[in-house]
């Protein structure tokens, strides 16, 4: 096995069961915290691909900062509420069933078609061409985004406004 | 050599186990945290894609979809917490205001 596989096999076995956790652990914190391990494997993930510049963005906004609001609002709501938050899971075997059942159809279509891609070579650090495109090409994607995170962001703090 | 079939195969079940935590979490920051999970095995199909047919797209694509998912929990979120102080609980089934 090259470094590749092993490193591959390990960082996919690290993703499925910080992801198992996530789903599955009755206390909502500890989720948190294991999707923080699942997004951090994701960026594993991105460096086996040798996009190292979507690994640092993967930290950043994902490990960084969702993972920070989710503890924050977690933290605001068990304040608010006045007990721990606890989460009892309901319809365990009908989500189990449905999730299967997707996992089967797009396992079978994977399986019908022919992916038999060969990978390119080591390829440059695509960090320069990926801003070369967002100001070229996807300049106004990157300008309307820009817009967005704005709207978000006054959005999300009307909501959460306090009342006087 | 690890093919473009294992990376996908790897981000379906990683979806799966999103779909099912969407599923079955009562709690809406719960059902929050598998939508993020589905989110990001989706990622991990762009960068492949990329990765193995040589195209840029799929980056700068996985670029915005990152972007905007953290606007999404920001905004779900202040949802959340906003739901938690009228309704003074935490579980979907009982937001049902809309319902007829």
Avoid: C, K
């Avoid at chain 2, 797209?57 to 938690?84: H, P, Q, R």
């Amino acid at each position: 096995m090259t470094l590749e596989a092993v490193g591959f096999w390990v960082v996919a076995v690290v993703l499925l069961a910080s992801s198992l956790a996530v789903v599955l652990t009755p206390n909502l914190f500890h989720a948190v915290l294991y999707l923080a391990a699942a997004l951090v494997a994701t960026g594993a993930i991105f460096l086996l691909l040798e996009q190292p510049f979507l690994f640092a963005v993967q930290l950043l906004l994902y490990a960084g900062g969702v993972v920070t609001i989710v503890v924050f609002a977690i933290m605001l709501t068990e304040r608010l509420i006045g007990e721990r938050v606890r989460q009892t899971s309901r319809h365990l075997v009908n989500g189990a069933i449905v999730a299967a059942a997707v996992f089967a159809g797009i396992a079978g279509f994977l399986l019908r078609s022919p992916l038999a891609t060969p990978r390119p070579g080591p390829v440059d650090d695509a960090t320069v061409a990926i801003g070369r495109a967002l100001v070229g090409p996807f300049a106004v994607t990157l300008e309307l985004l820009g817009v967005l995170l704005v709207t978000a962001l006054l959005g999300a703090l009307y909501f959460a406004r306090s009342d006087e | 050599m690890i093919g473009l079939s294992s990376y996908l195969v790897l981000a379906a079940l990683m979806f799966s186990i999103g779909l099912f935590g969407v599923l079955t979490r009562r709690n809406a920051v719960g059902i929050l945290l598998g939508i993020e999970l589905m989110l990001n095995a989706v990622n991990i199909n762009l960068v492949a894609f990329a990765r193995f047919h040589g195209d840029l797209l799929g980056l700068v694509f996985t670029l915005f979809t990152i972007s905007i998912t953290v606007a999404e929990v920001a905004v779900g979120l202040a949802i959340v917490i906003v739901i938690f102080r009228v309704r003074r609980t935490v579980e979907a089934d009982r937001l049902d205001l809309l319902r007829w």
